[in-house]
DNA sequence: CGGTTATTTGACGGGTATCAAACACCGTGG
DNA sequence: CCACGGTGTTTGATACCCGTCAAATAACCG
């Protein structure tokens, strides 16, 4: 069952903001809420598409899975995200599977019925467009770093984005596991662990999941140093 | 001045095939080719969108530049493909440096009139969706690549996706210098170099640009075995 | 043919993965 | 309250892949 907290995230969204109350509600139905458990499966890549969803609660994790059993980790969407947009126009096959991190609740958006609003107001294509560009994005940001940083300047960036400052001292918490953020930024959980050891150095603390940086900004002048 | 050729190209790709002709004659008109000699640049990084674009001749890199000079290639787009797409959707600006590889001709398609033409006939949002649908795949799977394939391996599925073919020997040349190639695959062209040389053991002959495959089925069995 | 640009090859060092083990953390149950 | 197993994290030793730098060779083009 929907909250009106769930409903305010729908509000928010890049995707469904642009629409009408009216329209909103028509795309979100009452039995639409899914649960899932921490690691429990969403669907996996090469399953048809039929929705694409919202996340109101826990952490969904997008990963590419190699016949060998290995994964690598497209990216993790939190709360108020959706995801799986493209999904609907690429043959109608998820290419990606997606796993609960945490336990989690979703949202399920009927492809059918977007489709329906799209043709009914096209105002909301581009909604739907910002929203898959912003996706692209991300992947682009994510290649470059892979193609032409060291794995110490990826977990820098990671950490400078964390903080969501520029500028003085931050305090937050990881998002998630470390294991799950070293493949994220495409290294091996030991590379993780020590490149952010080695930041200690750098004014960069660690007490469980809690960060402190002394100084985001001396530790993003790292990053061109190197 | 764009050629019948030119056109024929414009019904095929993904974009532009579900438009009437007379929709399409306005989103094209004779104005808006461009021609771009070897490197040089369409358009790079931050700078405001106003259109997208149509390779109806040569090849168009899209890659993103480092502070310190370093590019990462995110894609090459070839002839009947387009690009930049999602540029309008981000802020109005492209997120990438597009280059041309070799002498190239373009046609450019203004930002506002397809913004209109999705307005005045929604079916057009979904050819639109559908071509950034498969861009999002594309970069998944590089994504996927760089991730958890070796040099190696992203040599082998880079000739195997040439090929075009799943089995039997194989004969094309190089879409473009090795170099790009390399870059492309995120890999030094020294490192590309080697892998090659190493193929040579299992059927994978070279001269010049020219590449001779004696088995596809078997060099894809490689990918498995290590 | 000469000069420029690609490509190859070699030697070397560093970064990262791998394997393995120790350690910390946490909820459970005795 | 403490023992306990499971999970996540750290640390260490080692191997190897790949990037770097440098030079030789090959291909290309005017």
Redesign the pocket.
């Known amino acids: 069952m929907l909250t009106s907290n769930d409903l305010a995230l729908a509000r928010q969204c890049t995707l469904l903001k642009a629409l009408d109350p009216a329209d909103l509600d028509h795309l979100i139905d009452a039995g639409s809420v899914i649960r899932l458990a921490r690691n429990q499966q969403l669907f996996s890549q090469g399953e048809p598409a039929k929705a694409l969803f919202l996340v109101v609660e826990g952490q969904i994790k997008l990963s590419r899975l190699a016949p060998d059993g290995s994964e690598a980790v497209v990216h993790v969407f939190g709360v108020g995200e959706t995801f799986a947009e493209a999904a609907m126009f690429m043959g109608g096959r998820y290419p990606v599977t997606a796993t609960a991190v945490t336990e989690s609740r979703l949202v399920s958006i009927s492809n059918a019925r977007l489709r329906d609003q799209i043709l009914a107001k096209p105002e909301t294509a581009f909604a739907m467009l910002a929203s898959m560009a912003q996706h692209l994005k991300l992947l682009v940001a994510q290649i470059e770093q892979m193609k032409l940083l060291?794995?110490?300047q990826r977990a820098i960036r990671f950490l400078l984005d964390q903080s969501g400052q520029t500028e003085g001292p931050a305090r937050f918490s990881?998002p998630h596991?470390?294991?799950?953020i070293a493949h994220r930024l495409?290294?091996?959980?030991?590379?993780?662990?020590?490149?952010?050891?080695e930041l200690a150095k750098h004014g960069v603390r660690?007490?469980?999941?809690q960060v402190t940086i002394e100084d985001v900004g001396r530790l993003g002048d790292l990053l061109s140093v190197e």
């Open positions: 060291t794995t110490r990881l596991d470390k294991a799950l495409g290294m091996k959980p030991e590379t993780f662990s020590r490149a952010l050891a660690m007490s469980g999941s």
